[in-house]
C-alpha cells in the first residue's frame, strides 16, 4: 500500500469516529401529564353520559309533563282533570246548574296513521247544562291477532272553553292494552262549570266538542304539543 493510501484510509477512519447518531425519539406522556389526560377523558366521559340521562328522562317524562301542564292550566284545548276524589267530589256537590243555558257536546274518535283499533264514541252527542254532571262512553277495540298497546290525547273545542270542560274520570294520558279481538268501553264522566256562562268570549257558544285520538304506545312516542290561545 502506498504512502497516500494509507493517509486516506486513515482519514476516513477518523472522519467515521467523529461524525454522531442521532437517538430514536420516542414521545411519550411524562407521569406529570398522565392524571391531565386522563381527567380530561374521564370528564368527558361523565359529560355524554350526563347528557343521555337527561334526554332518556325527559323521553319518559314527555307524557306526564304534558298531561299536568294541559290539564292543570285548560290551555291548548284541554280539559281540567279532576280525578275522583273528596275535593272533587265536594265541588260537584256544591255546583248550581244553570237552567236557562244549555250546552250541546259533540263526540268525536279518531286514530293515528300507526294505530288500527277501532275507536269510535257510543254517543253523537249530549246536551247538557253548566253546573250538571254527564256520563258519556267510547268504544275501542283491538281487530289483530296480537296485543296493542295504545294511549290517548283529547281537545275541546273551542279552546276558550277547555278550561270550563272538567273532567272527573276519563281514560286519556294512560296506557290501555288491548289484547287479541278484545273490546272495551270507556266512561268519560264530566261536567262544564257554571264560570262558563261568565265568560264573554263564550257568550254566543252553544256547542262544544270533545275529541279524543288514540296513539300506538312504544319508545319515543311524542304526543301532539297544545296550541296555546
Known amino acids: 500500500m502506498t504512502l497516500l493510501s494509507k493517509l486516506c484510509a486513515s482519514w476516513c477512519r477518523r472522519s467515521m469516529a467523529m461524525r454522531t447518531i442521532p437517538p430514536c425519539v420516542r414521545r411519550t406522556l411524562s ?11 374521564r370528564s368527558a366521559l361523565y359529560y ?25 292550566t285548560g290551555l291548548g284545548g284541554q280539559a281540567t282533570l279532576l280525578g275522583i276524589n273528596e275535593d272533587s267530589g265536594e265541588k260537584v256537590a256544591s255546583m248550581s246548574v244553570v237552567p236557562h243555558r244549555e250546552i250541546t257536546v259533540y263526540f268525536q274518535a ?49 279552546f ?36 262558563y256562562c261568565e265568560d264573554p268570549k263564550l257568550e254566543n257558544v252553544s256547542e262544544i266538542t270533545l275529541a279524543y285520538t288514540f296513539f300506538q304506545s312504544k319508545p319515543g312516542l311524542k304526543l301532539p304539543v297544545p296550541k296555546l290561545t
Not at 31 to 41: A, F, G, R, S, Y
Not at 119 to 145: C, I, M, W
Not at 165 to 173: G, T, Y
Open 48 to 72: 355524554t353520559s350526563a347528557v343521555v340521562l337527561l334526554v332518556s328522562g325527559l323521553s319518559y317524562a314527555a307524557v306526564p309533563l304534558y298531561r299536568v301542564f294541559c290539564q292543570s
Open 160 to 195: 276558550e272553553a277547555g278550561k270550563y270542560f272538567n273532567k272527573i274520570q276519563c281514560f286519556c294520558f294512560e296506557e290501555q292494552r288491548l289484547n287479541p279481538n278484545e273490546e272495551v268501553d270507556m266512561p268519560v264522566f264530566f261536567y262544564i262549570d257554571p264560570d
Open 110 to 158: 279518531d286514530t293515528s296513521s300507526g294505530m288500527r283499533w277501532n275507536f269510535k264514541p257510543q254517543q253523537n252527542s249530549v246536551k247538557v247544562r253548566p253546573g250538571e254532571t254527564v256520563l258519556a262512553f267510547y268504544s275501542a277495540r283491538n281487530p289483530h291477532d296480537k296485543p296493542v298497546d295504545g294511549i290517548a290525547t283529547y281537545n275541546v273545542l273551542p
Open 31 to 41: 407521569t406529570d401529564q398522565e392524571p391531565v389526560w386522563d381527567l380530561k377523558n
